[in-house]
């Protein structure tokens, strides 16, 4: 029998509140910064959407084509009956293609902040998938998960490479925090984009048709509707660099002139001087040896790597690292933030 169940464990105001404290943080803050989570809003989203299909961005066409050719080795290597999706959105061919391969699965329970995106996707899937029980959280999951009691082994997916606009420190116990989530026979598929060559991947966040370009200035028109600021996009340009050291790409917005926003709805005037930037994004990429090292310090062993003939993309298996197994040596971090 068909079961559709949703759990609300964020506040009706908390995705308010959160932008209000993130946008007067980050602006009254040396230099000054804003999370990419409000890129999104319906435009936001339609923008991305339109990002993943152009050639200069390879991330999400990547990961769909190693999921549909190693989706039935990742069911037979986990035998789930439960997966839980981190970020989950709307259902995407990404979920379809993991729900078609674990023919056992007895539960599917995703997790977002968008509480119409969860039910529009539960909607659809009692109706494609008899016998499937979707138990969706309107959830925060960077915060401490309440997860509803459902049949294991459990795979945890948490894909797009979202594990980059972590910080360093923020990833570290965010896997921490994901492992323990799982318990023995549990695991976590984790999507990463790897380190290539620099060229393709600024083209990826700064491509010629100003996709990205119109992408990155959509937190601006997000806080001009939602607290009543009077932003110019036009008055800010779009940038988009890669850190070699650090090997993250960054996006910033570089005021072309001086000049003061007004935000009213938090009182609060910011002054922009001409060449300033506002942090906006940090995409880290991986190397599979430094995400290994990541995971194991996180209490996880990374069991199966998924990977194309062109190494752009990876897709980790990680395990709970057996009792009384050795640590390896910490590797070289390669990842961060937001």
Request: glycine share 8%; hydrophobic share 45%.
């Amino acid at each position: 029998m068909n079961a559709f169940r949703l759990t609300r464990t964020l506040p009706a105001d908390a995705t308010a509140a959160a932008l209000r404290g993130d946008v007067l943080h980050g602006l009254t803050s040396t230099p000054k910064t804003l999370p990419p989570t409000w890129f999104y809003d319906a435009r936001g989203s339609e923008i991305f959407e339109a990002i993943t299909q152009i050639p200069e961005y390879p991330v999400w066409r990547a990961e769909l084509g190693l999921l549909r050719q190693h989706a039935e080795a990742i069911a037979l290597r986990t035998g789930a009956r439960t997966l839980i999706e981190l970020g989950s959105g709307a259902y995407s061919a990404k979920t379809r293609h993991l729900l078609d391969a674990l023919t056992g699965l007895h539960a599917y329970v995703p997790v977002d902040v968008c509480e119409s995106a969860l039910r529009q996707a539960g909607q659809a899937l009692i109706v494609e998938r008899p016998g499937l029980t979707v138990h969706a959280l309107v959830a925060d999951f960077t915060s401490v998960l309440a997860l509803p009691d459902t049949p294991g082994p459990k795979l945890l997916a948490f894909l797009g490479s979202t594990i980059g606009n972590f910080l360093p420190a923020e990833r570290a116990a965010f896997l921490s925090c994901l492992s323990a989530l799982l318990s023995p026979g549990d695991a976590l598929l984790l999507g990463a984009d790897l380190v290539k060559d620099e060229a393709a991947l600024v083209a990826a966040y700064d491509d010629p048709a100003g996709l990205t370009s119109d992408f990155n200035k959509n937190v601006l028109r997000v806080i001009n509707s939602r607290l009543d600021a009077d932003f110019d996009p036009d008055a800010f340009e779009h940038v988009a660099l890669f850190d070699t050291a650090h090997e993250w790409i960054e996006m910033r917005l570089r005021s072309l002139v001086d000049q003061t926003v007004k935000i009213r709805a938090l009182d609060l005037a910011v002054d922009f001087s001409a060449g300033e930037d506002l942090c906006t994004e940090i995409s880290a990429k991986f190397r599979r040896e430094g995400l290994a090292a990541e995971l194991a310090a996180a209490g996880l062993e990374l069991a199966h790597w998924f990977t194309g003939p062109g190494q752009e993309y990876g897709l980790a298996l990680a395990v709970p690292r057996r009792p009384g197994a050795d640590r390896p040596p910490a590797g070289r971090s390669t990842a961060c933030v937001s």
